[in-house]
């Protein structure tokens, strides 16, 4: 079969039948065949004889097709078949040859499908378990190295405030044992003062003695010598002052540590951080695989949910309280909220009635509802994400620091919200889990190149895919939910200006593209589909869009104050 033409793609909605000539939509697929059917070529491929045992399953069910490689010994034959007693793959030829006589000769194929399926199921293990457990515990060393900051920090401060007290009570000790022997010396030094006036006293004595005693002794008349009786006072009795003995301190840096305090390092075992068996995962987890199986269990209540060959329009939405709509969120009840570009934010009834409106900061992709009926918003002026409760009540959520908040989508799988934030020239996306605790950042690729510009819409896919509308790089960026970049899509023409973008139960991402008035469908793997919705159907300037649970999409139209609901899938 020709490939169609990219006119003919542009007015496809669906992935088309494999047949020849036949346009009609491929929700089936030929195993054996490798090729898309629709239902009617299904069915002729069915009654046919040379077809009627070939395996045919939804086309998302599908097998990979084996991989060519030619057998080196038959170069015109390909490997089909496999060897388990060798180990090899090999061509029929091959296996008619006596080096495999009497072996047991496999369909290479089903090798291939089950080792796909095995690969695959690692793959899942990683993206389910290893990563998000592994990304759990390096948050926990981040924030138990905060903590460990923190907590050195204050040791530090009291280490120093305990050494200014000390310091502060031996200056005080110090002033008073200087002070206290000011006061012992001048108290010796006036005893021996008062001692040296004695002594000066008792000299002045002598000297008057002396000269008194040479008076007598110069007399003529000697009579008087025999008569006259002098007595000599003694010298008077004095002590010794005791000087005071200087005790010096005895103390060493052991004492001083005392003192101050010491940090020390308990003397206990370190506790292995704890990993969760993939048997007992985190509630995370459980969610995660929660929401996969419910995902499939609705797959397997819907076994032909596929692509419809058209899209209806199911209802229009005249929307009071806003100007033109920019992005619109649909909660579980079916009530929605949108915002416009003048910071307006209301709730509508299934009717269309307005049951509230807030003013915030404008913006696009700014508010998200979640699957316990709230609905967050962000204020990229404020930086704060705020939450909405079905009562009405408004809270602070999460405070985003240095970035604004500019985008967010709550996960349908975790809970988890996820939120596009720009500073200056960066960007980046943050995860944060259901308490507003942030738990993942994602910026630059493996090469450290900046993965966003202006993250202006985000979504989630049902593989845990980031998609993310960047209207200043034009393209939608999917990055996995570990942060490593998958693909990007750029558009069919050039000048592409992505706008709103949500993701369905099947995987497909849908965005809107302002340029040319357009929606595109694309597969889970960035691969191109269609153009679902064109100003062919009535649509001016598509901004917003989502699915609900019931697999209707939305549309909010820029210009106006319309949102239309479509029916696209069946």
Known sequence: MSEPSDEQAAMQHYLVCGTEDCQKNGQFYCNACHRPLCEQCRDEHQKSLNTKNHEIVLYRHRKHQLPVELCQDHPTRNKELFCRECSIPICSKCSTMKEHKGHDIDDLEEIYTDKYAVWQGEFSKIQKYFLPTTNSLKADIEEEVTEIKKIMKSFRASIKAEAESLKNLVDEVTSESIENTHTMEKTLLKMLKSQETTYDDYI??????????????????????????????????????????????????????????????????????????????????????????????????????????????????????????????VEKSGRLWVSDDRGNLVQTDLQGNLLQKIQTSDGYGYH????????????????????ITPDKKITDFIKTGDWEPISIHSSRITGDILVGMCKGEEAKVTRYNKAGKEI???????????????????????????????????KVEVINKSGQHRFSYTGQVSGFWPYGICTDVLGHILVCESDSDTVHLLDQDGGFLSIILSPKQGIDSVCGVCVDDENNLYVGQHETYTVTVYKYLQ
């Open 204 to 329: 002045t004595y002598l000297w008057k003695m002396s000269d008194e005693f040479q008076e007598y002794l110069s007399i003529t008349n000697k009579k008087l010598l025999f008569t006259k009786i002098l007595r000599i006072q003694p010298i008077p009795e004095t002590t010794k002052p005791v000087p005071p003995v200087f005790t010096a301190g005895r103390f060493s840096k052991n004492d001083v540590t005392k003192l101050l305090g010491k940090v020390n390092v308990p003397n206990k075992k370190p506790q292995k951080r704890k990993i969760q068996l993939m048997e007992a995962e985190s509630a995370h987890m459980k969610s995660t695989e929660k929401q996969l199986e419910q995902s499939k269990e609705k797959s397997d209540m819907k076994p032909t949910l596929s692509l419809s060959s058209s899209v209806t329009k199911v209802r229009e939405y005249r929307v009071p309280g806003v100007r033109n709509v920019c992005h619109v969120s």
């Open 440 to 474: 993942q950042n994602i910026q630059r690729d493996k090469e450290g190149q900046e993965l966003y510009r202006c993250p202006y819409y985000i979504t989630e896919n049902i593989n845990g895919d980031i998609c993310t509308s960047d209207i200043l790089k034009s």
């Open 368 to 387: 998200t509802a979640t699957q316990d009926g709230d609905l967050i918003y962000t204020d990229n002026d404020k930086k704060v994400i705020y939450r």
